[in-house]
């Protein structure tokens, strides 16, 4: 008995030293090839916040200033995080062509690309409100004004996908395609079920949604009145 008892021991050892070493490679995968840790999607409103004061849109580019000061504002993991947000605008923004830049307006840190019926306000003639999307280093705002803002509603509420409201809303904007597809997809998933939400919280003058991360990937964070 005790001689079975001593084999099941030994069979338990030789089985954990050949799996230990592949735990070893998953908790391994988890870093990059510099030893650090991936980077979350998700940015708070409250780092955002922190670091705004930092970081400036040179050449069309965003730039972080002062690092030695933001990282006495904020952790060591946000701060990867909000380095991480501007590596990721910024390659977004190599993409984008000269046509589509020429097309966008830069106020202050934000790059405004805004419907091309507006005029010179960024106020659409023919209905109340803004259409347009914001670039900003953190993500996106995408502006609908009233009219456009029943549109997207109606067809959310019929069961339109990502893809339809990107063509649905194609006409509307200058900015990229590929910014405008990532929010619809991103949208549709999140408010597809619940498009009185928009209803509800437009107040005559139409909605901004508020999307953090960029393209492909990007965060649906809240939908508020212009």
């Not at 089985?15 to 090839?33: E, G, K, R, T, Y």
């Not at 409103?45 to 004061?53: S, T």
């Not at 904020?74 to 991480?84: P, R």
């Not at 990502?162 to 904007?173: E, K, Q």
């Amino acid at each position: 008995m005790k001689f079975k008892f001593t084999l099941i021991a030994l069979s338990f050892l030789m089985l954990f030293s050949l799996v230990a070493p592949n735990l070893n490679q998953v908790q391994a995968s988890s870093s990059d090839n510099n030893g650090n840790m991936n980077i979350a999607q998700e940015i708070s409103h409250e780092v955002i916040e922190k670091a705004d004061k930092y970081i400036s849109l040179e050449n069309e580019r965003y730039v972080i200033s002062n690092v030695s000061d933001l990282k006495k504002e904020v952790s060591n993991e946000e701060f990867q995080t909000i380095k991480h947000k501007v590596n990721e605008i910024n390659s977004t923004l190599k993409e984008v062509s000269n046509e589509e830049l020429s097309k966008a307006k830069i106020n202050g840190d934000v790059i405004s690309f805004s419907n091309e019926s507006e005029n010179d306000d960024g106020m659409n003639i023919m209905s109340a409100g803004r259409t347009g999307v914001d670039v900003l280093w953190w993500g996106y705002r995408i502006y609908l004004n009233d009219n456009h803002t029943r549109t997207t509603a109606q067809a959310l509420g019929t069961g339109a996908g990502g893809a339809a409201i990107a063509a649905l809303w194609a006409p509307w904007f200058s900015a990229p395609t590929a910014i405008i597809k990532a929010v619809a997809k991103t949208l549709a998933i999140a408010l597809g079920g619940a498009a009185g939400v928009i209803t509800a919280t437009n107040q005559g003058s139409g909605v901004y949604f508020r999307f953090t991360g960029v393209q492909p990937i990007v965060t649906y964070t809240g939908v508020h009145p212009q």
